[in-house]
């Protein structure tokens, strides 16, 4: 079990850009691949983006293609959500996640979860 510590969310007006930050606990950080999902008010936690133990595969929902990118340090334990062109259909709790293994897009295949994060997006 690894502890994940998200950051980074706030308020911002359409058109804007945030970066979300999860900060991962322990030495293996390395060996997890990372997702980041949201969830909506009203709706399921979905997924958004993933990246791979090393940083060379990342995978994204159709609908933040183009939007966003994903990147890790792993140096530092962080993965990033880069986030810009935001609509308010952004607008959520975002949440970052590990697994073991290779990469996945649903919530079941993930471990370990952060407590979350709002972003709001205003038009």
């Known amino acids: 079990q690894v502890l994940l510590v998200e950051s980074g969310g706030g308020k911002v007006q359409a058109g804007g850009s945030l970066r979300l930050s999860c900060a991962v606990s322990?030495?293996?950080?390395?060996?997890?691949?990372m997702g980041w999902f949201r969830q909506a008010p009203g709706k399921e936690r979905e997924f958004v983006a993933a990246?791979?133990?090393?940083?060379?595969?990342?995978l994204f929902a159709d609908s933040v293609k183009g939007r966003f990118t994903i990147s890790r340090d792993n140096a530092k334990n962080t993965v990033y959500l880069q986030m810009s062109s935001l609509t308010p259909e952004d607008t959520g709790v975002y949440y970052c996640?590990?697994?073991?293994?290779?990469?996945?897009?649903?919530?079941?295949?993930?471990?370990?979860w952060g407590q979350g994060t709002q972003v709001s997006v205003s038009s």
């Open positions: 990246v791979s133990q090393g940083g060379g595969i990342t």
């Open positions: 322990g030495r293996t950080f390395s060996t997890y691949a």
């Open positions: 996640a590990a697994r073991s293994g290779i990469l996945r897009t649903t919530n079941d295949a993930y471990e370990s």
